[in-house]
């Protein structure tokens, strides 16, 4: 892996690498400096088979959607690449996050064999790491509880709707909820470990008030739920929940005993935030 071209906006918060693999593809790789940590958000896939209906990926045609997995050093150059150009000065930890494009439940031993790679380097600061799942492989979760990185740990459960029938309007594939939540249940809060559903609330299809009391009754108190933005994607059959809904919905949870938080990343003039990451076969590019 190689970098070939990055992106950065008018504010310089946030940076987007083009980088390119032996065979031509390039893949993205986005660097957000936050005030309290360094984020790097990787790709795990050269596309997605998942096919989310608010994200880039999961628009693409059938045939271009998903081409094929990365390895595990590809996921590690492409960390590294980007980690020698960042100023460590502040001592701010790192977060590894494999929330780029691509499932990386889909890709398993790969990422988990990526993240063992990055503990052992030895690194100017603390660092965490950070995996996100559309919840397509329920036993991978339980697997992913055995495992021990010596790290904390952050799983987040892409969830986008509080009933399966709402929930495959968003993302088409993946598994029943009640196989979701049970492997979830059983997943160890330990080491530092931590659990986090996110919800990208989309106007008229999963923000209303009776998704909210459904989604209080599916998963119950004690858990944390973070709504994402809704970043606009070409051809994407959504618009952004209003921030009332969003407000109105998040005081339900709140009254059931769920903790919310809400996470906007608006890089689009760029796009690298939250669904518009995706790949191109640019050999031009990848060779040059």
Known sequence: MRIVERQVPKDHVATKYLQATSDGFVVETTYIDQPRKHILCVSTQVGCPVGCTFCVSG????ESKYLRNLTAREIVDQ???V???MDFSSGKPLLFSFMGEGEPFLNFEACTDAFLHLVMIGWPVPIRLAVSTSGIRPDLITELGNLKFLVPLK???SLHGPTDEVRRKIVPHTSPLADILAAVRSYPLTDGRTVEWNY???A???DAPEHAHALVELLGPGWHVKFNHLNLAVN????PSPAENVSRFRDILHAGGITTECYFTDESSISSGCGQLSYS???ALALR
């Open 281 to 283: 076969r640019v050999e």
């Open 155 to 157: 799983l987040q459960i």
């Open 204 to 206: 008229g299809v999963n």
């Open 200 to 202: 990208v609330p989309c």
């Open 59 to 62: 628009l693409r045609s059938q």
């Open 83 to 85: 980690a020698r150009e």
């Open 79 to 81: 960390c590294w690449n």
């Open 236 to 239: 994407s059959p959504f618009q």
